[in-house]
């Protein structure tokens, strides 16, 4: 079993189960989950989130972790000899491979400006979106911040695989529009990014009306964050994702003398982790 990935579920009711998965970075473990069944899932274990024989997941019951509620049964099966693709049950092995091709390949164009994401939207216009828009749309952080593993609540959104992580890292165009994003979700997040000689993200004068957003206990915003950090480490922004763990780690410390701290403990630890996916 992999070191550092926890799988964990209650699956007690029907019709619908809740799973806690965590991807990790090497290789994937079978968990299959039947409705009305009592299957534990509360050891280590690495478990691809999204890959669902019965459909896609209904809701998010969790920010700390990505838990998530499916319909009637889920099956998940997967190996690590597969090299990170993943198998549905009852589904040919050929279309699943056919759908991973296409969105291997499909982060390149959106990120190189020649191509719009699965709604028609272009990098250059969700770029500027207002604040507004950023909270109230739920399916573009997966294109601006995209990851080796599929999304449990965007099955249209790309998914990162080794020559697209290379791509970014010896592409200046590909990596500065990344940034650019970076930039925008920090100016969405109420901060600040200063690129003296040491990347360093500090709080804006703005940050308390910016905070009201995304600073509350159990916010999806978190989620969001997670994505972006280890985005960042995967695609060659390391030095800007330490600086905004760094940045958020002052705030949770701040936020450790409230009366309910909006960021928990396990929020913390996974934003940890998801600066640790790079290696450090």
């Known amino acids: 079993m992999h070191r550092g990935c926890y799988a964990g579920g209650d699956f007690s009711g029907a019709p619908s189960q809740r799973v806690r998965y965590r991807q990790g970075r090497r290789g994937i473990c079978t968990h299959t989950v039947v409705t009305g069944s009592r299957v534990p899932l509360n050891r280590p274990g690495l478990v691809l989130a999204g890959v ?40 040919e092995e050929s279309s699943s491979a056919r759908h991973f091709s296409l969105a291997d390949t499909r982060i390149i164009g959106f990120y190189s400006g020649e191509e719009p994401d699965h709604r028609g939207r272009y990098l250059h216009e969700i770029q500027v979106w207002p604040d507004d828009q950023l909270e109230a749309v739920h399916d573009f952080i997966q294109w601006l911040f995209p990851l080796p593993e599929p999304s449990g609540f965007n099955a249209a959104a790309p998914i990162l695989n080794r020559e697209s992580m290379q791509e970014f890292r010896k592409r200046s165009e590909l990596h500065q ?87 928990s403990t396990e929020t913390i630890q996974y934003w940890r982790r998801a600066v640790g996916d790079a290696g450090w």
């Open 52 to 91: 669902l024989a019965s459909g896609t997941p209904t809701g998010i019951l969790s920010p700390a972790f990505d838990v998530v509620k499916f319909p009637q049964s889920a099956v998940l099966c997967a190996s690590p000899a597969q090299t990170g693709r993943s198998k549905l049950v009852n589904q």
């Open 177 to 263: 529009n990344l940034r650019v994003s970076f930039l925008r979700m920090m100016k969405f997040y109420g901060l600040e990014v200063d690129f003296a000689e040491q990347i360093k993200v500090t709080r804006t004068r703005y940050f308390a009306a910016k905070a009201t957003i995304w600073l509350s206990p159990g916010n999806h915003n978190h989620l969001r964050i997670t994505r972006i950090l280890r985005c960042l480490s995967f695609l060659g922004l390391e030095a800007e994702a330490r600086a905004f763990f760094e940045c958020l780690s002052e705030i949770y410390d701040n936020e450790q003398s409230q009366p309910r701290p909006a960021i």
